[in-house]
């Protein structure tokens, strides 16, 4: 995967969303659910250690700017915005990226994609313009 370029638009269209093409999806927590997936790991991708922290941080900045949300809404705390870039190669997947939301600012987290949907809700989702 190349570097993340300076332009990140997160589009909420009403059009279907295929999740075969660069998409994202904020998750809401909900006090209580726990609603546990089981299935299949895929192994990581090998991914050059500077470029995935340049990405990271590349992301984190241009989500903390604001202006890549096409909508206007309250974030609330632990509300996670999760990321997922295609790879050029089909046999590579896709690259998620995920940050949580706290004390007024996104931070960059790990957490495996089974494990996204465990604590919390889908509110909103949509394509990825650029990137």
Not at 5 to 11: G, H, N, T
Request: a negative charge; hydrophobic letters at 35%; glycine letters at 4%.
């Amino acid at each position: 995967m190349c570097r993340i370029s300076d332009k990140l638009i997160l589009c909420s269209c009403n059009s279907d969303l295929d999740f075969h093409d660069s998409h994202w999806m904020l998750n809401r927590f909900r006090n209580g659910k726990e609603e546990i997936m089981i299935g299949q790991s895929m192994l990581p991708f090998d991914v050059d250690p500077e470029i995935e922290n340049y990405n990271i941080n590349k992301l984190t900045a241009m989500i903390n700017a604001g202006n890549c949300f096409d909508f206007e809404t309250e974030f609330q705390k632990k509300d996670q915005l999760v990321l997922s870039f295609n790879r050029e190669r089909k046999y590579q997947g896709e690259k998620i990226y995920v940050f949580e939301y706290n004390d007024h600012q996104w931070k960059s987290i790990e957490s495996e994609p089974s494990m996204l949907n465990w604590y919390h809700d889908t509110i909103r989702k949509g394509f990825i313009l650029k990137v």
